[in-house]
C-alpha cells in the first residue's frame, strides 16, 4: 500500500515539475495566452470529472487485514 502512495505522489511531483517548464517554454515562445488558456482547460476538466464522483458509493471492500 505504502508503494502505490509513493508511487502516486511521485507522479504529482513530476506532474508539477513539468508544469512549470512546460508553462515557462510556452510563455517564452507563444505568449502568456496559451499556456494559461491550457491550464484552465485542465483544471476545469479535473473539475467536470470530480462532480461526477459519487461518494457514496464504495471502490471495493477492503480486505479484514487492512481494516483498523
Not at 508503494?3 to 511531483?13: A, D, S
Not at 496559451?34 to 462532480?51: E, Q
Request: charged share 10%.
Amino acid at each position: 500500500m505504502l508503494l502505490v502512495v509513493r508511487f502516486l505522489f511521485w507522479i504529482g511531483e513530476a506532474g508539477a515539475y513539468l508544469s512549470t517548464v512546460v508553462f515557462g517554454y510556452l510563455a517564452a515562445s507563444y505568449g502568456y495566452y496559451l499556456p494559461l488558456l491550457l491550464i484552465g482547460i485542465i483544471v476545469l476538466t479535473g473539475a467536470f470529472i470530480w462532480f461526477k464522483i459519487d461518494a457514496t458509493k464504495k471502490l471495493a471492500e477492503l480486505p479484514m487485514s487492512w481494516h483498523y
